[in-house]
């Protein structure tokens, strides 16, 4: 990525060729800056035009959610998936949405033919029904700078199921979520199952009581597509890891790479926003990729593997997401060379032509394994993390849903060594929590529109054009433990609900 400039503290980052905005911090360390737009029930009125057009000129929306809970974990990971269905809606219902992030990507092909103009926003919800909190999301969120009296007082008010009279031409959250819909936008998550099923039920109606009815909503309510960015990262470009935090860096840094070489590679730019909206605009920083800083601890193998670890940040191993990759690239070098000599020795011997060696020709992702779990199954290990993560109910709602089990929305307490060095300098432990809301929903639905944004740069697709935008991943959604994803389709065996029959007429106006 290339550095930006600002022009004073009040006005937003000036776009630049090769990545994302930046300002320069000194000559040797760059920031990345992301706006993010606070809105609440004080401005949302006043940003409700900025977000009807940041959705409709949209290329592609990416949307993650703060929940207030997710109830029991082992049935989220039944191995049959419409009992795991049935236990996400049973969320859903008692559950409800805290906060919605949404990322609105615009191509922009006068500036490049990967150039992205990108809107963010943090939406702060408040359900007018009863639901239950749970005290570790409690926690987890107030951790990592939620404000509850915040969201009390000016939250957006929504209710959950049908709609109650005619509220197509409100201005609400659920009228917000319905233009989404008519945008016919390809839809980005990450390890989107529960964010679909809480959206559907927390801003569109009534959830259908099988999956089948279900995903033959879901095909008719995204017909451009849903993308899934964990299956992308993991069954596609084959990262080690695929926990959200892991996913974005590991694309923010190959993209530099692309820049650098000179080859096809991602470029965004910012709004630049009013000295009035000061107040509602949050800038996240994080560090730029060609800025690495020595750590003086190992890192932590269960949360290089799954992105989460008991310990959180009392852990003495590091968290530090530039570390985990650095580690994970020594390492798939070391592989390349050893295999390398292998297979020069071979032909030596053999006298043959170069050919490829057995472990370049893996069908499946690359795994991690963690230290002592090297011979245990996939499915123990799923099992296993399951089981630890009911023990000490440190499995608090968070959206970068990590590895296995663990992505179940577990806290992520090691994103503070990634977006700030000047932090990681003054707290004693290697795995600092940040005070400062450095995970929010909206600038996790940033990260998943970008891990998808560059997958397409990588495959040279764009996602304006009539075909499916990334053919691998269409309307595939990423099942943990599972080695095929759940297909948004509609079958011959399977009918839409009689709830979504009647939003399609009043999305489309029709009688």
């Not at 990416?62 to 996400?88: F, H, M, P, W």
């Not at 370049?360 to 002592?372: A, I, L, N, R, S």
Request: charged share 25%; aromatic share 8%.
């Amino acid at each position: 990525m290339a550095a930006g400039s600002e022009d004073g503290v009040a006005a937003a980052p000036v776009a630049s060729d090769g990545g994302i905005n930046q300002s320069t911090k000194s000559r040797e360390e760059l920031v990345v800056q992301v706006p993010v737009v606070d809105v609440q029930s004080d401005n949302f009125k006043e940003m409700w035009p900025s977000l009807l057009l940041a959705i409709k000129t949209a290329s592609f929306v990416a949307v993650d959610t703060e929940l207030s809970g997710l109830g029991d974990r082992k049935s989220l990971l039944n191995q049959c998936i419409e009992e795991r269905y049935k236990a996400v809606c049973h969320a859903a219902r008692t559950r409800s949405v805290l906060s919605l992030g949404l990322a609105c990507f615009k191509q922009q092909p006068e500036k490049g033919e990967h150039s992205y103009l990108v809107q963010v926003f943090n939406l702060t919800l408040l359900c007018t029904e009863e639901y239950v909190i749970e005290p570790k999301s409690v926690q987890f969120l107030v951790q990592h700078g939620f404000n509850f009296n915040r969201q009390y007082a000016q939250g957006i008010p929504y209710h959950k199921g049908n709609d109650k009279g005619d509220e197509s031409q409100s201005q609400s959250v659920r009228t917000l979520f319905l233009e989404l819909i008519r945008a016919r936008r390809p839809l980005v998550l990450h390890n989107g199952l529960i964010d679909l099923v809480f959206l559907y039920q927390n801003f569109y109606a009534h959830l259908p009581e099988n999956l089948g009815t279900f995903t033959a909503d879901l095909c008719e309510m995204f017909p451009a597509g849903i993308y899934d960015t964990k299956y992308a990262a993991e069954f596609h470009v084959r990262f080690v890891a695929s926990y959200l935090e892991y996913a974005f860096r590991k694309c923010e840094r190959e993209n530099e790479k692309q820049r650098a070489a000179g080859s096809p590679h991602l470029i965004l730019e910012f709004c630049s926003y009013p000295s009035s909206m000061r107040a509602h605009i949050d800038y996240r920083c994080c560090m730029s990729p060609t800025t690495h800083h020595p750590h003086p601890t190992s890192i932590c193998d269960k949360f290089s593997a799954y992105g989460w670890c008991p310990l959180g940040p009392q852990c003495p191993r590091s968290h530090n997401i530039d570390l985990i990759i650095d580690t994970d690239e020594a390492v798939a070098e070391d592989k390349r060379r050893r295999r390398r000599r292998k297979e020069k020795r071979r032909r030596a011997l053999m006298n043959q032509p170069e050919t490829k060696t057995c472990g370049e020709t893996e069908d499946g992702p690359p795994t991690k394994q963690v230290c002592g779990d090297g011979a245990m199954k996939a499915e123990e290990t799923e099992q296993k993390v399951a089981e630890d993560l009911a023990k000490d109910q440190s499995g608090c709602e968070q959206d970068h849903k990590n590895d296995v089990g663990m992505e179940l929305k577990t806290a992520q307490p090691g994103i503070t060594d990634m977006t700030s060095s000047e932090v990681a300098g003054r707290q004693a432990s290697p795995n600092p929590v940040p005070g400062d809301g450095l995970h929010r929903a909206g600038f996790d639905a940033f990260m998943t529109g970008y891990v998808m944004a560059f997958v397409g740069v990588s495959q040279e697709l764009q996602p304006c054009s009539s075909e499916p935008w990334l053919p691998e991943c269409h309307n595939k959604v990423y099942l943990s433990g599972k080695a095929v994803p759940l297909i948004v389709a509609k079958s011959q065996f399977s009918h839409s609900s009689k709830a979504h029959n009647q939003k399609m007429k009043l999305a489309w106006g029709k009688s």
